[in-house]
């Protein structure tokens, strides 16, 4: 399918919404994923955690949803790579990118600064302090490991938090050089600065198109800087959106699936991170703004507890909305 100027919408799955309602089944994940391919949509993304917000393991899931795609991108969104040694978490990579076909896409995560994922680290054994330096220096190991083909390439790997030898042992990635990595973040200076230096796409979810399209700016200006192209970063966006067209409606449900995701409100998550919600209409214009602002690469978490009913609802009438919008304006 023919994405006009280059936009790709994609979806969550549900993992978290399950073990929120007890209801954890890989088979209802499975059947989703392949409504979301059915539906046209261009991406499906699961994301990670341990005890913070527990789920099922995302290398899992979409090992499981690439048995049952064939076409639709698949991503982690976002993975806390620290919560894995870095060898086995560069070999569990490498599978699941044979298992898609080279569908997939890691975005990576270095933790919620709150109290939740401190004890989640801890629990694993993972400093927190420094966390941000550390899934760098992951993100490093892992393109050494993925390069080191045994024909005089690097085996060796020696950083400031870890080390490793026989790289060139380890199973490689169906693509050279392995799968995208996008870096999960927001938007502040130093963040830009490592998402130009290290990574190849940028997925923050921040709360307006405004800030968003500042951020986006400054990180081409900072690829620029680094000797890369200026559009060397695919700019993307999470999204969490509730459609009914009673729009009261859909900002209670919102309100409600925000303190049972978080345990916190949705007036202090709206500070942080990118909410809509209204009729599919208003969304699709809500996030057209986002568009027009960069991004490239929307991935849709739903807001709602039982989000099947408005897949539907997104796959049928927001999807065709966005993108006959952006083929309309050259702007976007």
């Known amino acids: 399918m023919t994405v006009p100027n280059g936009i790709r919408i994609g979806i969550l799955l549900p993992t978290r919404e399950q ?61 806390t790579a620290a919560l894995r040694h870095p060898l086995i978490g560069s070999n569990m990579a490498a599978g699941l990118d044979h298992a898609s076909g080279g569908r997939l896409v890691l975005g990576l995560g270095s933790g919620f600064p709150i109290p939740e994922t401190e004890e989640e680290f801890g629990l694993v054994g993972a400093a927190f302090e420094g966390r941000a330096g550390r899934l760098d220096e992951i993100v490093a190991l892992w393109r050494r490991a993925w390069a080191s083909t045994g024909d005089g390439a690097p085996t060796e790997f020696t950083g400031r938090h870890w080390r490793a030898a026989g790289l060139d042992r380890l199973v490689r990635p169906v693509r050279a050089g392995g799968p995208p990595l996008w870096l999960a973040s927001s938007d502040t200076p130093k963040v830009l600065r490592r998402v130009a230096r290290h990574y190849d796409g940028w997925l923050p979810f921040l709360p307006s198109p405004r800030a968003y399209q500042a951020a986006r700016q400054t990180i081409a200006e900072h690829c620029v800087a680094a000797g890369r192209d200026a559009d060397a970063v695919v700019p993307a966006l999470y999204a969490t959106l509730t459609v009914n067209d009673d729009e009261s409606a859909a900002q209670a449900e919102m309100e409600h699936y925000v303190e049972r995701y978080y345990g916190r409100s949705l007036e202090m998550m709206s500070q942080i991170q990118a909410y809509g919600w209204g009729s599919a209409a208003q969304c699709a214009a809500w996030l057209i703004e986002y568009v027009r602002a960069g991004a490239r690469h929307i991935v849709i978490r739903i807001g709602s507890l039982d989000p099947e009913p408005q897949l539907k609802q997104l796959g049928q009438t927001l999807l065709p909305l966005v993108r006959a919008a952006v083929a309309d304006d050259p702007v976007a």
């Open 19 to 79: 073990a929120i309602t007890g209801d954890v089944g890989m088979p209802a994940l499975l059947d989703f994923a392949r409504e979301v391919e059915d539906l046209g949509f261009d991406s499906l993304w699961t994301g990670d955690s341990l005890v913070a917000r527990p789920r099922l393991d995302p290398m899992i899931v979409l090992a499981a949803a690439s048995a049952v795609t064939s076409r639709i991108t698949l991503g982690t969104a976002a993975l």
